[in-house]
């Protein structure tokens, strides 16, 4: 009489949460519908196909998140209470991350030293959600601002600064934006090219300024000369000054890095000083230039009327006209 044993093996059955996943995304994977004809399931064991490994032991569910697009064979391996062992498996398909697009707006591009520029990332876009922003100044100086889309930065040094912004979105992909802030350094402001000026017995200075060639296109100058003596206002604007006496003003463009004769009309105060034939005043400066930078600048300078040219016709000149 021969007896035959009736021999089961378990059988290893999951359910993935997704099978088609962006790179990044994590996958929740349940094992619990796996079955054994023996006391129980001892073991599950997880290969998620991309090199990764999860021994759970007698929990049936795991949990992956995938880095590397592409199909991924995942497999669970069963082991019962018997020793006996069961495998099953699926394909979940990664695809790449969708890139976000960084993109920014400066409040300004061109600043003087000094001045703290707004940025605004508002304008970077992507699938899923931006999930940071960061920002790197080109001055040795960063912020990771989060998920906020908009920073502020002053800018102590100057020459040209490369500004970048990294967004990075809910899939973990990132992308970069970059402009360039160009930061000038102090303007030095307009100057006299010599401090001893010339008048005409009518009052008109002659007067030779100087714009720097460090000047972002030009100079917007104001000239006026004040009394020696007395306290010179800020400005050359501001002229309701009562502690030194205005003489006279003149406003005029000139070229960066060039020179120009110009000249100030001296007013009643002014000319009654040129009586003396000369007499020291000052100089106030004030000069925007192009990147509308500005300084004052002060000079001590000599007013001297100017001789009287005389013409004499030679006797041999007026011999000749009757030849």
Request: net charge negative; charged share 10%; with cysteine.
């Amino acid at each position: 009489m021969s007896v035959s044993a009736t021999v089961t093996t378990p059988s290893a059955a999951f359910t993935p949460s997704a099978t088609s996943v962006a790179d990044g995304a994590n996958v929740n994977f349940d094992g619990s519908a796996s079955t054994t004809a023996a006391t129980s399931i001892t073991d599950y064991d997880w290969n998620f196909g991309d090199g990764t490994t999860l021994d759970s032991g007698t929990t049936a569910t795991a949990a992956h998140t995938f880095t590397t697009p592409g199909p991924h064979t995942v497999s669970l391996t069963i082991t019962d209470s018997n020793g006996d062992t069961n495998e099953t498996s699926q394909v979940v398909t990664v695809a790449a991350a969708p890139l976000p697009t960084a993109a920014f707006s400066a409040s300004a591009t061109s600043v003087p030293e000094g001045t703290t520029v707004s940025f605004d990332g508002s304008a970077s876009t992507s699938a899923g959600t931006i999930t940071d922003y960061a920002w790197n100044f080109g001055d040795g100086t960063t912020l990771d601002a989060g998920t906020t889309a908009t920073a502020t930065h002053a800018f102590t040094t100057s020459g040209p600064h490369t500004v970048s912004l990294t967004v990075t979105n809910s899939y973990g992909a990132t992308n970069v934006a970059a402009r360039t802030v160009t930061v000038l350094a102090p303007f030095p402001g307009s100057t006299l090219a010599g401090t001893a000026l010339s008048a005409t017995s009518k009052g008109r200075v002659t007067l030779d300024v100087q714009c720097p060639v460090s000047a972002a296109t030009s100079c917007q100058d104001t000239v006026d000369l004040y009394s020696a003596t007395g306290t010179l206002p800020t400005t050359a604007s501001a002229h309701h000054a009562k502690q030194s006496t205005r003489l006279g003003s003149a406003g005029f463009t000139i070229t960066s890095g060039g020179t120009v004769v110009e000249h100030i009309t001296l007013d009643s105060a002014g000319k009654a000083l040129l009586k003396r034939k000369h007499f020291s005043a000052r100089a106030l400066i004030s000069a925007t230039d192009g990147a509308s930078r500005t300084a004052t600048t002060t000079a001590q300078v000599t007013v001297k009327l100017a001789a009287k040219s005389t013409h004499h016709t030679p006797l041999s000149a007026w011999r000749l006209a009757w030849l």
